[in-house]
């Protein structure tokens, strides 16, 4: 189909602060001048040639984004962020543990013809068949990081500089992740943007202090983590309702998963009313009309946030009324249970229910007869908990799954909304009723600070 499918998202790649960025160029309405001075010195990844050669056919002329949250300890070079930072400051951990997974994953399905934008989080812990990494199944995060390895070991010895060779095999990395969510979801990516743990901190400190709600409070205390020892925790202890968080508090909000009810999928919900919440406020105090203050925020994001080389800013301006003005819906890909398998907990998922649903959210495949909703007996009926007979989880001091053996992966089909409060509006609802699919959890639906667990 047609080349003008050049990304609209900008800053989008800040994956959990990214949607931030992205609204605000289009806008604002740029000049090609000031495109340009704006995408000086942003880093660009050819990647998606690669992820294109064997990309599922497009079905009309929507533009389907990657936000990629890497949770890397390095910085473009391939050098350890600051101790301090990643230790003392962030409680994350040694620069050994993090490796190269891609902790968030989400897709935002932008409609050729505007209207809501749809945006689907992949549990990280999905176990798939990868490709361009080495064509085996592992959890879908893992995909970067098992190709970035090989190419490590294949350019080893060409005398590259350590910077060009972390460089080069992150693109590997890149590559294999994009073509591995592809073949999941069997739709073709267009246009990704990378950021790891320290991009994000950039962006939330830029932005800070950032609203959010929660149906519970939260203790979440620090175990220690070593290289030998997975220890977790943040240290995050909120109460229930709406809180104000700096950027650290933040980082901590969107990284939370042990003394959570659903562990790592309760923190993609996280992820999800964040992005929702930084959108809110920028929107809420006048920044996406501002271009000093969008070129201030650029200068922090564009440090470390990789995009492909195919992004154009200025085809991006008129989608973003929709992002910046709440017409966006996350939801999560529903898994069908646990497993235990090579001594790891993955999440069990249906790839043909997978790719069945994201055709429906898109508007490609109009849904089933209600005779036949019903999925397959690995799969998750709509509406339903199901029972899970082939969870054998391992919980352990370390809390390497921090939940009860009994959590089940319980679809809902309801939309978080904020507790009332002075301070935490929501903007009504404006996206067309969404199918009954059976999601994992409830949507969060943008325009306000939606509450979570």
């Known amino acids: 189909m047609a080349e003008p499918r050049t990304s609209r998202l900008a800053v989008a790649g800040r994956v959990l602060a990214g949607t931030v960025s992205v ?14 001075q704006l995408d000086a010195g942003v880093v660009k990844s050819g990647a998606l040639t690669e992820a294109r050669k064997n990309a599922p056919p497009h079905l009309d002329a929507s533009v389907n984004l990657l936000l990629i949250g890497l949770d890397s300890r390095k910085d473009m070079d391939g050098n350890d962020l600051p ?9 994350a951990g040694s620069s050994e543990i993090g490796g190269y997974n891609t902790n968030a ?14 945006a689907l989080s992949v549990p990280r812990d999905d176990y798939v068949q990868t490709v361009g990494a080495d064509g085996k199944m592992h959890k879908i995060k893992e995909a970067y990081g098992i190709a970035k390895e090989t190419a490590e070991q294949k350019l080893g010895g060409k005398g590259l500089s350590k910077a060009e060779l972390e460089r080069q095999s992150r693109e590997a990395g890149r590559a294999a992740t994009l073509q ?5 979801l069997g739709i073709p990516i267009d246009h990704f943007a990378e950021v790891n743990l320290i991009g994000f901190y950039d962006i ?19 175990v220690a983590r070593t290289a030998n020892h997975e220890g977790g925790g943040t240290g995050l202890r909120l109460p229930a309702g709406v809180s104000s968080l700096d950027a650290r508090q ?8 042990h003394h959570l009810k659903n562990g790592d999928l309760d923190r993609t919900h996280r992820q999800q009313a964040f992005l929702s919440s930084v959108v809110y406020k920028l929107k809420q105090q006048g920044v996406v009309n501002d271009l000093g203050q969008l070129q201030r925020l650029f200068e922090v994001v564009k440090k470390d946030v990789v995009i492909d080389d195919r992004w154009n800013v200025l085809d991006f ?7 910046t003005g709440g017409n966006v819906e996350f939801n999560t890909l529903p898994i069908t249970g646990f497993r235990t398998i090579g001594g790891q907990e993955v999440n069990t998922v249906d790839p043909d229910q997978i790719k069945r649903i994201v055709k429906q959210l898109f508007g490609h495949e109009p849904p089933p007869p209600a005779a036949s909703e019903e999925p397959a007996p690995a799969a998750v009926p ?15 001091p370390s809390g390497a799954r921090s939940v009860a053996p009994t959590r089940t992966p319980a679809p809902a089909r309801t939309t978080t909304t904020p507790a009332p409060s002075a301070s935490a509006t929501t903007a009504p609802p404006t996206a067309e009723p969404t199918p009954d699919l059976p999601m994992q959890g409830p949507a969060v639906r943008a325009g306000g600070i939606p509450c979570v667990d």
Do not use: M
Not at 109 to 117: D, L
Not at 180 to 184: D, E, I, M, P, R
Not at 317 to 322: G, I, L, R
């Open 23 to 36: 609204a605000v160029f289009g806008a604002s309405g740029f000049t090609w001048y000031e495109y340009r």
């Open 83 to 91: 101790k301090e930072f990643v230790e003392e400051e962030l409680h």
């Open 105 to 118: 994953l989400i897709v935002l399905h932008i409609p050729a013809n505007g209207g809501k934008v749809t």
């Open 180 to 184: 591995t969510v592809q073949a999941f």
């Open 204 to 222: 939330a400190k830029a932005v800070e202090p950032i609203q959010v709600c929660l149906n519970n409070p939260v203790d979440d205390p620090i």
């Open 250 to 257: 933040a980082l901590s909000f969107v990284r939370q998963r």
């Open 317 to 323: 301006a008129q989608q973003a009324p929709n992002l």
């Open 382 to 396: 709509a509406q339903q908990p199901a029972a899970a007979p082939t969870v054998t989880p391992t919980v352990t």
